[in-house]
Every structure is written in structure tokens, then in C-alpha cells.
């Protein structure tokens, strides 16, 4: 027997030794940023649910990817905010929409910068959801219609033509995040079928019906008008459903699964981690986001403490790079150190 003194406190003793032995570092290559992009020149509304965020306009969109991009931020994300909604999306498949223009603008700025474009009906659509009714028109749910409102393979078609598009555009990557059956396929045999084969398909492959998504909802004025996204999205109690999402994703070609929220989800985000060879995004959303700012606002927590801490933890369970709205500020505070 031995007297052995077990003291892993020794480990934390010193600044140096900590450092020494982290297992998990953050940089601003980590991060991908989110961008909302509407009409007109010089826009910078603020969004009032997201502090710091904005609506942007191509130009403006454009000045804050070069920003991000001289901060060694190495992607963005576009989320477009059309004129004019109808009940099939029209602008979101427009050589001229609002993603496109944007998308041009940013390559001119930054012709490195990564950009992905999100690919869904919502923001583009008279009724809000992510594709198209089996019931045109409809403002409500109509309890005597089909119990299963969207048209999935339908929305496919649109999906195909809209990632064209955007592939067209410049986009580097189509992100879908309407959570259709099939969209990783569809997406990518349209994609090659049009001599796009070096876009790729980053898929929200396992994205929950989350009650997180409230401020994006008002950023990209996309609530469905009427229902719930609950027979797309997934059910925020299963994980293994998880795993059949993200395979069916891997086995259709998608080149990078995502996992969203984030921080409720970090058990499924490990899991989807371990169990497939893709690399592996995850979503902190705008709940997420506009939960940490008003803890902060009102001196509960330390933001850019608590902010760091989240975007850590999401990178320790897995997480090969992050969706965030916090890029900008946490990319200057990793560089402050
Ligand atoms: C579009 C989409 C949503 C988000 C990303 N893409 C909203 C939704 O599904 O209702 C949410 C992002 C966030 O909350 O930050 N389908």
C-alpha cells in the first residue's frame, strides 16, 4: 500500500498548466456566421429580439462577410427576406432573388469567404411553411383536408430549382433546413445535373420542432400563419430518430450533417458525431442567442463569459464547426484573448 495523494487540482494550478492540458480550444475558424438579407442599399435594421443582429441589404451584407472574413471567420450563411411572398415561394427560385444578389455581393467583397446558403420555402412563402399546401391558398388549417398539409415531393421539384439557382449565384454550399423527405437527393442530382458538382449539400439533417427558433422567426418574418412545423421537423424527445435522419442524409450524398439547437442537444450531437464520418455543424439559434443577451442585459450572467462557455460546450460534444450569431463578437474576444 501507498500513500497516494490524488490531487488533480494540481493541474489547474496556474494559467500556463491550464492551458497546458485543455482538451477543447475555440477559434474563430470554428464558426460560420448567419446572415438576414433584404432589398435596397444601405440597410442595417436592427432586429429587436436579437441584439446586434441585423436585416441587411446586399451591400451591407457584403461589408460585414469582408469583416468577418479579416477576423478568420471562414463562412456565412444567408437567410433572405423577400418583397413579396406567394403561396409557392416564386422569389426563392428567382435568378434575381434576394439570396442571389447577395450572394454576388459577397463573392465580389470577399471572394474567399464560404458561402451557404439556407435553403427553405418559409421565408418565402404567403403561408409560412417550408414548402408547398396541398391546400393553395389556405390561411388555416382545414381539419377536413388531408391530415398531412405539405407536399413533399412537390417541394422537392422547387427545392432542386431554388439550389440551382443559388449554386448559379456562386453559392459554395446549399444548407437545407426544411426537414422534406429526400431534399439531399433531389438537391444533388439537380446540383450535378447542372454542372454544379463542386457545390455541396451541407443538410440540416437532424433539426428539432423547437420552441428556439422565436427570434429567427421575427428576424426572417417567416412564422407559419397557421399550424406548426411539427409533422417536418423532429420531435425535440427522440435520439434515435436522429440517427435514421442523419443516415438517410449520409446515404443521399450530403456532404456535412447538422444538428440543431444546440446546447438542448448535445447529447444527439454526440451521437451523430460518433456515429458518422461526415464533419458535423450544429446550430446555436437565435432562442439560444437572445436567451444568453438578456440574462446579460440584466446583469444575471457574464454574456461573453456564458457566450464562450456555450460555444465551448458545443464544440466538446462535438461539433466541427458552429452556426452562431455570437461569430463576430466571439472571434474578437478569442483574438483579445
Ligand atoms: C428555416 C430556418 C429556421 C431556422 C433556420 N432555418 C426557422 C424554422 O425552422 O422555423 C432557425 C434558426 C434560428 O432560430 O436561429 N426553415
Not at 105 to 134: Q, R, W
Not at 166 to 187: E, K, N, T, Y
Not at 268 to 286: C, E, G, I, M
Request: charged share 20%; with cysteine.
Amino acid at each position: 500500500m501507498t500513500d497516494l495523494d490524488l490531487r488533480p487540482r494540481r493541474l489547474r494550478l496556474t494559467p500556463a498548466i491550464r492551458r497546458m492540458v485543455r482538451e477543447t480550444t475555440l477559434s474563430p475558424a470554428d464558426f460560420i456566421y448567419p446572415l438576414f438579407v433584404r432589398h435596397g442599399t444601405g440597410v442595417r435594421q436592427p432586429i429587436s429580439s436579437m441584439p446586434g443582429q441585423y436585416q441587411l441589404s446586399p451591400d451591407t451584407a457584403a461589408a460585414l462577410a469582408k469583416e468577418a472574413h479579416g477576423l478568420g471567420i471562414p463562412a456565412v450563411i444567408l437567410f433572405g427576406i423577400p418583397d413579396h411572398k406567394d403561396h409557392c415561394g416564386t422569389e426563392n427560385y428567382s435568378p434575381d432573388g434576394i439570396v442571389p444578389q447577395a450572394i454576388r455581393a459577397i463573392k465580389d467583397a470577399a471572394p474567399e469567404m464560404v458561402v451557404i446558403s439556407d435553403m427553405c420555402f418559409c421565408e418565402y412563402t404567403d403561408h409560412g411553411h417550408c414548402g408547398l399546401l396541398n391546400t393553395p391558398g389556405a390561411d388555416h388549417y382545414d381539419p377536413n383536408q388531408p391530415a398531412d398539409y405539405l407536399l413533399n415531393d412537390a417541394t422537392l421539384d422547387l427545392l432542386a430549382k431554388a439550389s440551382t439557382v443559388h449554386a448559379q449565384a456562386g453559392a459554395d454550399m446549399i444548407a437545407p433546413s426544411g426537414m422534406m423527405d429526400g431534399m439531399v437527393a433531389a438537391i444533388r442530382t439537380a446540383l450535378d445535373r447542372a454542372g454544379q458538382a463542386n457545390v455541396s449539400v451541407m443538410s440540416y439533417a437532424v433539426k428539432y420542432a423547437s420552441g428556439f427558433y422565436g427570434p429567427f422567426r421575427d428576424a426572417a418574418e417567416s412564422p407559419p400563419q397557421f399550424g406548426d412545423r411539427a409533422q417536418y421537423q423532429m420531435d425535440p424527445a427522440n435520439v434515435r430518430e436522429a440517427l435514421k435522419e442523419a443516415a438517410l442524409d449520409v446515404a443521399q450524398g450530403a456532404d456535412v450533417l447538422m444538428v440543431k439547437p444546440a446546447l438542448p442537444y448535445l447529447d444527439v450531437l454526440r451521437a451523430v458525431r460518433d456515429s458518422f464520418n461526415l464533419p458535423t455543424a450544429a446550430y446555436q439559434v437565435s432562442g439560444e442567442y437572445a436567451m444568453l443577451h438578456a440574462a446579460g442585459q440584466n446583469g444575471w450572467i457574464d454574456l461573453r463569459r456564458c457566450a464562450l462557455e456555450s460555444l465551448t460546450s458545443i464544440k466538446r460534444a462535438g461539433a466541427d464547426m458552429i452556426l452562431t450569431y455570437f461569430a463576430l463578437d466571439a472571434a474578437r474576444w478569442l483574438l483579445e484573448g
